[in-house]
């Protein structure tokens, strides 16, 4: 390094991960984790090659830990060791579900008969796949702060603050903090397909996917999957940006959760016939099923009811409109319009945009006719009908899955749908400790024509609406203090 050159502490480390062109991954290998100074630490060199050569060998070294004096009586004091700290994060993982339910499994959908005050549980998530998505591909080799954020050149090597009530803290600065945009080429395992910015089978093969009986069972020779206790999942970069705005799911790194759909026992023996069909399609063990996705029974999901086949939508529809005369139907009732528009279920009344109607053109053509099915979909998605259509899981074969979404918080407001200052961010040197304690619904279907409310590269990180409750403590790792010689 020439003296006075300070372009080494701009450095930057690109990682690419995921490929057949991997780069620099060997900075989180086994026993080989990346360190770099945890604070500026000036140190005193030698003045004349002369004097260098009195530390040539590996047994007379230059401690920079201690004060030295050279051999032509230059003195250098170089008290104390250099701090060090983890140039990445780490990401670990427990199984947070309710102790009353099989491992990584959740109950979401329940059914309150007439005259009960006990809800029946029909539907279970059980969580079997964990991918991570919008991994920095590139960080700065050292540590930077900045207590404005609109300032990219903030201090080398100085400590981050926290924030309480959004007041007192600053920020990490990564690279192109300030001007990264929702995009492609700055990640690695990438959420989106950047031709369409949809979540689709393109999008799914990029991203970095582990069982997660892989990452609960197995870690430490453990074969007992329910294990309880925290995994070691994987490395992660550092991802920031400068404010609140640009925490969206295009930016943020994030993991997405696989959940199969699963029937209860009490629902595969319930009295109710409904019931009782819905469990047994969930659990894949109805006459017709086809491992099929374009001929399967569709689940639909309105006002947190599911319902298989539109026949049963539409039953459902009218029953919820119906008067207590058993005969008068109210057109405004909020799930009827969203079956049959402004207009009627009566074809003589029939709103030809309505879902409805435009179900019966796909089912009148044998449901053969892709742009009908198209047509269909966009009608009911956009009246906040959702649908879920069977597909295989190599694991876990022929089923109904979805999708839940979760961007990784560092620095918790506390405030539920209001994102604070460095909220939603990785940082290097810090150990996140997840688990999911909660999920209160069916989450995002696997294609996002099915889905009223896709993921997109611009949605916020925290909304008002989540449905996944994901347990996340932050804890720094032990900065080292190692004595350095050269």
């Known amino acids: 390094?020439?003296?006075?050159?300070?372009?080494?502490?701009?450095?930057?480390?690109?990682?690419?991960?995921?490929?057949?062109?991997?780069?620099?991954?060997?900075?989180?290998?086994?026993?080989?984790?990346?360190?770099?100074?945890?604070?500026?630490?000036?140190?005193?060199?030698?003045?004349?090659l002369k004097d260098w050569d009195a530390y040539s060998s590996e047994h007379t070294a230059l401690d920079l830990s201690i004060a030295t004096t050279t051999p032509s009586g230059e003195y250098l004091p170089n008290n104390g060791s250099i701090r060090v700290e983890r140039s990445v994060a780490r990401l670990d993982f427990k199984d947070g579900s309710p102790e009353n339910t099989a491992p990584n499994t959740y109950h979401v959908v329940q059914h309150t008969f007439e005259g009960s005050t006990t809800p029946m549980n029909i539907v279970d998530i059980t969580l079997n796949r964990m991918?991570?998505?919008?991994m920095s591909n590139s960080f700065y080799y050292f540590r930077r702060v900045t207590a404005s954020a609109g300032n990219a050149d903030g201090g080398v090597g100085m400590p981050e603050l926290p924030w309480i009530n959004n007041a007192g803290g600053n920020y990490v600065i990564d690279v192109n903090y300030d001007t990264k945009q929702p995009g492609y080429a700055a990640y690695n395992f990438p959420l989106f397909n950047a031709d369409n910015n949809k979540i689709d089978e393109t999008a799914r093969g990029q991203w970095y996917s582990s069982l997660v009986n892989d990452v609960l069972g197995k870690e430490n020779n453990n074969d007992e999957y329910g294990d309880k206790s925290y995994h070691i999942w994987r490395y992660?970069?550092?991802?920031?940006?400068?404010n609140t705005s640009r925490m969206v799911a295009g930016l943020s790194t994030g993991i997405v959760f696989k959940g199969k759909m699963i029937a209860t026992q009490e629902a595969l023996n319930s009295e109710n016939a409904d019931i009782k069909h819905l469990a047994e399609v969930i659990d894949y063990k109805a006459e017709g099923l086809t491992n099929n996705t374009n001929t399967d029974p569709i689940l639909y999901v309105y006002g947190g009811n599911v319902y298989v086949g539109w026949e049963n939508v539409r039953k459902a529809a009218i029953a919820d409109a119906t008067a207590d005369d058993g005969v008068t139907i109210v057109p405004t009732n909020s799930f009827y319009k969203a079956v049959f528009g402004?207009?009627?279920?009566?074809?003589?009344?029939?709103?030809?945009?309505?879902?409805?109607a435009k179900w019966n053109t796909w089912n009148e053509g044998g449901k053969a006719d892709a742009t009908d099915l198209a047509a269909f979909k966009a009608a009911a998605t956009g009246n906040g009908i959702t649908l879920y259509q069977s597909s295989e899981d190599e694991t876990d074969g022929w089923g109904y899955y979805c999708y839940y979404f979760y961007w990784n918080r560092h620095n918790d407001n506390g405030q539920a749908g209001i994102m604070g200052n460095m909220e939603f961010a990785v940082v290097r040197n810090n150990v996140y400790k997840l688990a999911v304690t909660n999920i209160s619904r069916l989450g995002h279907p696997r294609l996002s024509?099915?889905?009223?409310?896709?993921?997109?590269?611009?949605?916020?990180?925290e909304s008002s609406d989540a449905y996944l409750t994901l347990s996340v403590e932050v804890l720094p790792w032990t900065v080292r203090v190692n004595n350095i010689e050269f």
Do not use: R
Not at 131 to 134: H, P
Not at 342 to 356: F, I, K, L, Q, R
């Open 342 to 356: 402004n207009g009627t279920h009566e074809a003589a009344g029939s709103d030809a945009n309505s879902p409805n």
């Open 131 to 134: 991918a991570l998505v919008n």
């Open 236 to 242: 992660v970069t550092e991802n920031t940006v400068n």
């Open 449 to 461: 024509d099915n889905d009223p409310d896709p993921e997109e590269p611009d949605d916020p990180d």
């Open 1 to 48: 390094v020439a003296l006075n050159d300070k372009q080494w502490i701009d450095a930057i480390c690109e990682i690419k991960e995921g490929s057949a062109n991997d780069k620099n991954t060997t900075i989180w290998t086994a026993g080989n984790v990346l360190m770099s100074n945890a604070a500026i630490a000036p140190k005193h060199l030698p003045a004349t």
